[in-house]
């Protein structure tokens, strides 16, 4: 691993990301990632955040167009409360703030916690869970389905919503709709290693795969022998579409989990694209990449997302983040 010890991973990360991206202000101490410019007048603010471990989310979606900040937990652990408020009272405006907050235990019990807390200091708040993947119902990290390759569409969409100066009120609808419209289906192809561990965080014998598998390394619906890139986005893309049912177009994101290269990524969405139009789904944008990852995980996620042209059109606002940008 390319790290100097576990203990310091995330606080090394970050000082990285601070030296790499002066538009952003990292607290490396505090442990919280804002827009440099925040708080932007008359600007509803997004927050979120997760364990690390999954990068670029968080951190690597702040900027203009999309969050306005973001708590880094320690790998593969949720952020505390005390983060969160400290990035809301940085970014807030006085239009509000929007939590978006993936559906893992520990996410949302604090969340919850440092929501009370800044509504104490007299923050307004509004929070989106997202829970989008559609492999299991509840999980090891879970009550509920997980939340993974969705969280980019909700950040991006509402983002610009909120770019654009709509109200919280809004801004927090048309998250909870694109959170409604997405789903998300992830395969392992091994698993990944924490800093901690220095090794594998399950069994996952060669020439096997996890169908189903959770950002953390989470068991799916079931283990199979090795299957071809076709195979995979037959049942992958299968399933997603199964329980989304699509009667529009749709946004399809061909998401890395860390350890799979962009030549087997795009090959994969030629798969992708392949069952889409067998199964007559209209395909308004594809975005391929490694977006929410897995540490050093070797597989892939599919998320679709159903749009109308509002949603398209939000998704095509401009964004100036570290890990998506363009327009302007």
């Known amino acids: 691993m390319l790290i100097n010890v576990p203990e310091t991973v995330?606080?090394?990360?970050?000082?990285?990301?601070?030296?790499?991206?002066?538009e952003l202000s990292v607290d490396v101490d505090n442990r919280v990632i804002i827009r440099r410019d925040a708080p932007v007048a008359g600007k509803v603010a997004l927050v979120s955040g997760g364990g690390s471990g999954h990068e670029p989310l968080h951190?690597?979606?702040?900027?203009?167009?999309?969050?306005?900040?973001?708590c880094p937990g320690e790998v593969f652990t949720s952020p505390v409360p005390d983060q969160m408020v400290r990035a809301a009272a940085a970014v807030e405006s006085g239009e509000g703030v929007l939590f978006v907050v993936k559906n893992y235990t520990g996410d949302v019990l604090n969340f919850q916690m440092a929501t009370e807390?800044?509504?104490?200091?007299?923050?307004?708040?509004?929070?989106?869970?997202?829970?989008?993947?559609?492999?299991?119902?509840d999980s090891l990290y879970t009550a509920g389905r997980r939340g993974t390759g969705g969280?980019?569409?909700?950040?991006?969409i509402a983002g610009a919503a909120a770019e654009e100066g709509a109200p919280l009120e809004r801004v927090e609808a048309i998250a909870r709709q694109v959170n409604a419209s997405s789903r998300s289906f992830g395969v392992a192809l091994s698993a990944c290693s924490t800093p901690?561990?220095?090794?594998?965080?399950?069994?996952?014998?060669?020439?096997?795969?996890?169908?189903?598998?959770?950002?953390?390394?989470?068991?799916?619906?079931?283990?199979?022998?090795?299957?071809?890139?076709?195979?995979?986005?037959?049942?992958a893309v299968g399933a997603v579409l199964d329980d989304l049912r699509p009667t529009g177009p749709v946004i399809a994101l061909v998401n890395g989990m860390g350890g799979t290269p962009l030549l087997e990524l795009y090959g994969f969405n030629a798969e992708v694209?392949?069952?889409?139009?067998?199964?007559?789904?209209?395909?308004?944008?594809?975005l391929v990449g490694n977006y929410v990852t897995s540490l050093d995980m070797a597989g892939c996620s599919v998320t679709l997302c159903q749009v109308d042209e509002e949603l398209l059109r939000l998704w095509d606002a401009p964004v100036q983040t570290p890990a998506l940008r363009w327009g302007r």
């Open 59 to 70: 951190g690597g979606f702040v900027g203009p167009g999309m969050l306005d900040g973001a």
């Open 117 to 137: 807390l800044a509504e104490d200091e007299g923050v307004r708040l509004a929070t989106v869970l997202v829970d989008d993947d559609v492999a299991v119902t």
């Open 151 to 156: 969280t980019l569409f909700v950040e991006k």
């Open 10 to 22: 995330v606080a090394d990360a970050l000082r990285g990301m601070a030296a790499a991206y002066p």
């Open 196 to 235: 901690a561990k220095g090794g594998p965080t399950f069994d996952l014998p060669p020439g096997e795969l996890e169908l189903g598998v959770g950002i953390h390394g989470e068991p799916g619906r079931e283990r199979r022998a090795m299957m071809t890139a076709r195979e995979i986005a037959d049942f």
């Open 273 to 286: 694209q392949r069952v889409l139009t067998e199964r007559d789904v209209a395909v308004a944008r594809t």
